[in-house]
Structures are given as structure tokens and as C-alpha cells.
């Protein structure tokens, strides 16, 4: 069983797939022991799967599923099933991490156990102006109240499960519906609403690069 498991749900994505496998493989530097990876291929039809392939051995306790359900709700659901991790996180195969920000995250989850560690996204269109600066994990708690207000607010963090950390427990839960987009804001708020036990990460880790055919 690892401590944090790390899915990612990839669909023709060639072109971005292997940038985003080895900004994890930095990310999470010498924490594999504490990781698994879990990896959708869903349905694509160019050279996804031979990037997964290539990469699977390079990943801790990774693993793939090929999947024909053309549909990202039902793909997220089915690796949250397979996933051990104590905590879960999401990442899309055509976005970034920044170096060393999983293996501190980690730390940071095992010290604290909060039921979700949230953390701001840093939405970029320009690729040229990605860093790999990173000052560690400094969150600052939360109450739930003040959580909730951030968030109709769309201040600081929205409705993603990419890049936030929650425990297994809330995904068990607040299972993820079949839907092809939205899926994560079907199931954030309600995940918001059972946390008691949470922190805000204000310097970002995740790079959600907005592309001309999202």
C-alpha cells in the first residue's frame, strides 16, 4: 500500500504525455517508496500508449489500464477503485509540476494528516514562462467555513482535482459521476463540506497550462 497515490487520465496526448511524466519523476524525487502512479489511457488512437509503456518502469509502483470509455468522470472513478493510497491526487497528461514539490507535499501530508491539503493552480498559457523555482510547503490552515467562502468566491482555489490533495476517505464518499466535463465540480464542494481538517498551499506546485484545443 503506498501513502499517496497519483492518477492521471490521458487521451491523445503524445504531445504533451512525456513532458508531464518526467516534470513528475522530478517532483517527486526520492519519495517513490511513499507513491503509486496509475495511469488511463482512454481510448486514444495515436502514440499515447507507447509513451506509457516507456515510462511505466521509470515510476513508482506504477501502473496502466487502456479503456474505451471516451468519458473522463468514468475514467477517474475507475482509477480512484484501483488506487491504495492513504491520499489521493490528480494530474491531467498535458500539464506540470514543479521540482520536488511531491516528495515535500508528502512530508507535509505525513506530518499534519489533513483531510485536504489545497494548493493554488497556476494557470499559464505561455510555456516560455514556467520556472522551476520552489520555496517548499508552507500551507496555512483553513477552517471549513472560511474554506467554503474561498471557494464561491473562486478566490485562491476552485473546483479542480487537479493538483489538491485529499484523503481517500472523501473520494470513498463523493464517488466521481460518469460525466464528460465538470466531473471534479460535481464532487468538490461536497468533499469541502466533510473536511474538517484543512490547509491552503498559496505558492503553486502545478503548472494547468491553458491550451488553444482544451
Not at 471516451?70 to 477517474?76: L, S
Not at 496555512?140 to 474561498?150: G, N, T
Request: one cysteine or more; hydrophobic letters at 40%; proline letters at 4%.
Amino acid at each position: 500500500m503506498s501513502f499517496l497515490s497519483i492518477i492521471i487520465a490521458a487521451h491523445n496526448a503524445e504531445n504533451s504525455l512525456h513532458a508531464t511524466l518526467e516534470s513528475l519523476q522530478n517532483a517527486i524525487e526520492d519519495a517513490g517508496d511513499d507513491i503509486e502512479v496509475i495511469i488511463f489511457n482512454d481510448s486514444s488512437d495515436d502514440a499515447t500508449q507507447d509513451i506509457i509503456e516507456t515510462w511505466l518502469p521509470q515510476l513508482p509502483n506504477a501502473q496502466s489500464r487502456y479503456v474505451e470509455y471516451r468519458n473522463v468522470g468514468h475514467v477517474r472513478n475507475s482509477a480512484v477503485s484501483l488506487a491504495s493510497g492513504e491520499y489521493i491526487t490528480m494530474l491531467d497528461s498535458d500539464d506540470l509540476l514543479k521540482p520536488g514539490s511531491i516528495r515535500d507535499a508528502i512530508a507535509f501530508l505525513q506530518a499534519e494528516r489533513p483531510d485536504m491539503l489545497l494548493t493554488r493552480l497556476l494557470e499559464i498559457r505561455d510555456i516560455r514562462k514556467i520556472t522551476s523555482d520552489w520555496q517548499g510547503v508552507t500551507p496555512v490552515p483553513l477552517s471549513q467555513s472560511d474554506a467554503i467562502k474561498r471557494f464561491l468566491q473562486h478566490k485562491d482555489f476552485q473546483a479542480h482535482l487537479i493538483g489538491q490533495f485529499a484523503h481517500r476517505k472523501l473520494y470513498e464518499s463523493n464517488p466521481i459521476p460518469a460525466m464528460v466535463c465538470y466531473e471534479d465540480f460535481a464532487v468538490f464542494p461536497g468533499m469541502l463540506m466533510q473536511s474538517a481538517k484543512i490547509y491552503y498551499q498559496r505558492q503553486g506546485h502545478y503548472y494547468y497550462i491553458k491550451r488553444s484545443d482544451s
